[in-house]
């Protein structure tokens, strides 16, 4: 089977502290979401959009995550767009698309300088 193309590239700014959690099989997973801003100019106006986006990481890069950025920070993340669904309390079918992270770039963490992690998904 061949893989179609799923890459996405974003870049913002965290809009809450990352959340380390751990699988049960001992994996590390780290979430955190962005808002990534979004400017153009029709005729003489202005319009600024915001998208907020949850973003996933795994094992090395979850726990440096964890530990280095916090709300606020700026970085640029890449990765595959992925779809959850699942059935809520109430029988209604949900669905969440968020990013899994397999590069993320610290750029803007005034105490940091810029920083990039990698891992290659298997």
């Known amino acids: 089977m061949v893989n179609e193309l799923n890459l996405s590239l974003i870049e913002g700014r965290l809009t809450r502290d990352p959340e380390l959690i751990f699988t049960k099989n001992g994996n590390q997973l780290c979430k955190f979401d962005i808002a990534v801003n979004f400017n153009c100019k029709t005729d003489d106006k202005v319009y600024s959009e915001v998208s907020f986006i949850t ?7 979850a726990e440096v995550c964890s530990q280095y950025l916090k709300k606020g920070s700026k970085v640029r993340v890449r990765g595959r767009i992925k779809q959850d669904s699942w059935t809520d309390n109430e029988g209604k079918k949900k669905n969440k698309i968020h990013i899994e992270a397999s590069n993320v770039d610290f750029l803007g963490s005034p105490k ?3 920083q990039s992690f990698k891992e290659v998904i298997a």
């Open 55 to 61: 973003v996933n990481t795994w094992r090395k890069i």
């Open 112 to 114: 940091k300088e810029e």
